[in-house]
């Protein structure tokens, strides 16, 4: 007998198991709709109960740099040493495997600390720096309460994620991901709804980073460098640092994000309180140009209206202050991480005040900083904070900063995406071997290009991008921040109430026989209402939050399918002579390089007086116009009879289009339309 199992057999809380004559778990199938509630319940109980003796792990950053073990460091007690050598996702061969061999592989994967858990928390989200953006659509106490009140709310979801995991994960029977929590407590149904959310989550998370903070190298490059080399900088770099294969590595590196994420914070704090607004920019993505443009519009001879704030909601826009309520919603979206990071934790039960610390250091962080934003910038806060600074300098610093802390969390999102791919489809269906072997690892490898590719090419290649995601943000992230923990808690609670052992209900581990009592209507409403009050209540309380964020959920949808448009879209306003059609949307664009391209054509139009009453009178001619910033341009072609007033209200509709959408500009085309005219007027577009 090794030294791991006299230190069990020694310890007077270990219990020595008789010897079993049921089919054992190795030679059960990864997942076997035979193993029962109860069987995953016993061997739960068995893997806590022996975590008590482990020694809590910490993170040694010295190990994972030089890849070598201090001397003075004790030996592993994790079963790396003892792994089997076979591949243990071949049911056949698993048979061949004995029970400590089984165990001892899934030890082995299991060596991440409290400390990791918190820095990949605090981590998986993309910064804070939408909340003043947030903070002015909803104005102060609205958007104070409602990040108060989501962020408690992500944190109990945490909670009861870590409740049911240590419920039904052991090392016989691993939960390796969230949809082992949804197939145990409700079915594979269930797991299969719950792996595709996530999949498609966090497949789209990553294709959005990768676009967008592509824009952030183009935009420090000033636009000499072609855009479409600029995502792919980015993901090339998303290959190698994907490559940390464990959490337990990756803690190191998510501790840099999240110093990286304060840093940015506190430069824009600074500058901030010393310049003004980014007024340039404020009409293709502030919180006024969603509540209010008036707020945000020049007067004839070029100033701005003063900051403003707001008390209550700013307006009765209840798109606008939809979207920025889910602004707020997912800067807690990362509960779906949580079980990934529990499967890999040493010691589970430390998790939970990992968790309780991040979700508290990421509400203070978000909160401060947004609050800090609006009271700076009010109506002018930018969907992205940084970018939203008047000085280029300071910009570009904090664009080339959070550039970084971006990959990092990406390259998480790709991390915990893959190994989702990999247990639940090429584990399952292909029996691929397990990413604790050799041969895992280097599938492991050769997937991350491949997966990174994949969001790559989806990301570019869905016209007006954002608003789709803005759709799957509502339907996936909130639901599995706020909608499946519930749910799991009340399957896993009604279940494990139900059980009568004075009856001689529960598992036996001798036979492998279940004892039940009831149908499964009759065991599932007695569980329901069994436990006592506090249970009881707590049960009833978990319908009504998930029936509550099930609403949240639709009213995210309906926002975000408000906020998108048609192609074409047909532009009209009452009593105007004018109608623009828009269509043929394309690739985003920059911004900055669109608004300033929008400057550049209102400064041809003053230049012919098209804002006087003679000079809107005037023909523009039939040859083209063309204003570029960087490698945009935008191009107006003439119809002989467009006069320079035509011009100036096409332009001044394009405007407000680009403000209607509530998102990044797309490369698009328009045609203007005149009553009294027949045919068009003119004709333009926007392109790279």
Not at 446 to 475: H, M, Q, R
Request: glycine share 10%; net charge neutral; hydrophobic share 40%.
């Amino acid at each position: 007998m090794d030294e791991k199992a006299l230190s069990h057999s020694s310890s007077p809380d270990y219990q020595q198991q008789a010897p079993s004559t049921y089919i054992k778990p190795q030679a059960r199938l990864l997942h076997d709709p035979a193993v029962t509630f109860e069987e995953y319940q016993y061997y739960a109980r068995r893997t806590r109960e022996e975590e008590k003796h482990h020694e809590s792990p910490k993170l040694r950053w010295r190990e994972i740099i030089n890849r070598s073990r201090p001397k003075d460091a004790p030996l592993s007690d994790d079963g790396a040493n003892h792994l089997p050598q076979v591949n243990i996702a071949n049911h056949e061969r698993r048979l061949h495997i004995t029970d400590e061999e089984w165990t001892n592989a899934s030890r082995a994967f299991r060596t991440a600390s409290s400390g990791a858990a918190f820095y990949l928390i605090t981590t998986d989200i993309l910064g804070p720096y939408g909340v003043g953006f947030a903070m002015g659509t909803l104005g102060w106490g609205p958007g104070i309460a409602l990040y108060t009140v989501f962020g408690f709310m992500a944190g109990y979801s945490g909670y009861l994620i870590w409740h049911v995991f240590l419920g039904l994960d052991s090392y016989e029977f691993p939960c390796r991901n969230y949809g082992d929590l949804a197939y145990r407590t409700w079915g594979t149904t269930a797991r299969y709804v719950t792996n595709i959310l996530q999949a498609l989550a966090l497949l789209l998370i990553l294709g959005q980073v990768t676009i967008q903070f592509g824009q952030n190298i183009s935009q420090v490059s000033k636009f000499r460098l072609c855009y479409i080399i600029c995502p792919l900088l980015f993901v090339i770099a998303g290959f190698c640092l994907t490559q940390i294969r464990t959490l337990k590595n990756y803690g190191l590196v998510a501790n840099l994000a999240v110093w990286l994420n304060l840093l940015v914070i506190f430069i824009t704090m600074g500058v901030m309180a010393h310049s003004p607004p980014n007024y340039a920019i404020s009409i293709l993505g502030s919180a006024g140009g969603v509540v209010d443009p008036v707020t945000i519009t020049p007067d004839a001879q070029g100033n701005y209206p003063p900051i403003i704030h707001y008390g209550g909601l700013p307006a009765a826009n209840l798109v606008g202050s939809i979207n920025g309520l889910l602004s707020g919603v997912l800067a807690y979206a990362g509960a779906q991480l949580f079980t990934e990071f529990l499967a890999e934790m040493k010691r589970p039960r430390d998790f939970l005040k990992a968790m309780w610390g991040a979700q508290f250091f990421i509400y203070s962080v978000y909160l401060i900083y947004g609050c800090y934003v609006y009271h700076f910038q009010g109506q002018y806060a930018y969907q992205i904070s940084y970018q939203g600074v008047s000085i280029y300098g300071w910009q570009t610093v904090a664009n080339m900063i959070s550039l970084i802390a971006a990959l990092i969390a990406a390259g998480l999102y790709g991390n915990i995406g893959i190994k989702v791919l990999y247990n639940n489809i090429l584990m399952d269906l292909f029996n691929a071997p397990p990413l604790i072997t050799r041969r895992g690892k280097i599938f492991y490898a050769a997937i991350v290009p491949v997966w990174w590719s994949i969001a790559f090419i989806i990301a570019a290649a869905i016209p007006d991008y954002f608003g789709f995601v803005s759709i799957i943000s509502a339907s996936t992230l909130l639901n599995l921040t706020y909608s499946l923990p519930p749910l799991f808690a009340v399957g896993y609670d009604m279940q494990n109430n139900a059980q009568r052992e004075s009856e001689g209900e529960g598992f036996d581990p001798i036979t492998g026989n279940v004892t039940r009592h009831g149908s499964t209507a009759q065991r599932w409403m007695r569980g329901f209402l069994s436990g006592g009050p506090l249970q009881v209540a707590k049960n009833v309380w978990h319908v009504i939050y998930f029936l509550a964020s099930l609403s949240m959920c639709g009213l995210g949808m309906y926002a975000a399918i408000e906020g998108a448009f048609p192609d074409p879209y047909y532009f009209h306003t009452d009593g105007s002579p004018s109608t623009v059609k828009f269509y043929g949307y394309g690739g985003l664009l920059l911004p900055m390089s669109v608004n300033r391209c929008i400057n550049a054509a209102y400064q041809d139009l003053r230049a012919h007086g098209a804002v006087t009453r003679a000079g809107s009178q005037v023909l523009v001619g039939t040859y083209a116009r063309n204003y570029f910033s960087g490698n945009t341009y935008l191009y107006i072609s003439p119809g002989e009879k467009m006069t320079w007033g035509m011009y100036y209200s096409l332009m001044s509709i394009v405007r407000e289009f680009l403000r209607l959408r509530e998102s990044d500009p797309v490369q698009m085309s328009f045609i203007l339309y005149w009553e009294g005219i027949e045919g068009e007027v003119g004709r333009g577009g926007i392109y790279i």
